[in-house]
């Protein structure tokens, strides 16, 4: 059985946001917290915090820090990839704004871990997140993160499996405070 990881990139300023995104309340917590439950069946999870990182309470988790988060995601990203295990066979890697992702999303794509894996949710066709990175691509992601764009020059240089998970979730960023969950003028 493989070894699954899991990051959490929680480290960005949330300009257009207002604030951290990773100290936005939500569902009775912290967004941070929130996204902790969805990589709950990783081991381990490593969570890259940066601005407002000294007022997160305790998590259970790795918790590392990037000096660079003004950066943009792509240092997050090197940062939490230099923190997995040397023994993990793949990650998943989730941002800390997308509330709508589920446990369930991420269990899918754990499912599919090995070495060389390279998946990704879609949702209606469109890709999102979390992605699933094998180990043996990890340098490869590390080496293309810059600025704010993550993993997303090395996923579309190579070939990636897109996994639907909007039956399961749903994989909107939440860029400004009108984007959460519960915000969006929704009806239950």
Known sequence: ?????????????????????ALVPFGGGLLVEHALVALGGCDPVVVVLGAGADEVPPLEATVVRNPD?????GSSLRVGLAALPA???AVVVLTVDTPGVTRAAVDRLAALAHPDALARASYAGVPGHPVLLGRAHWPGVAAAAHGDTGARPYL????????PCA?????????HPHDLPGNRGEHN
Do not use: E, I, N, Q
């Not at 059985?1 to 995104?21: E, N, T």
């Open 156 to 163: 579309r240089a190579h070939p990636v499996l897109d996994v």
């Open 69 to 73: 988060w003004a950066t943009g995601m």
């Open 1 to 21: 059985m493989s070894r699954v990881a899991g990051l959490l990139l929680a480290a960005g300023g949330g300009r257009r946001f207002g604030m951290p995104k």
């Open 87 to 89: 023994d993990a066979d």
């Open 167 to 175: 039956d399961v979730a749903d994989g909107t960023d939440a860029d």
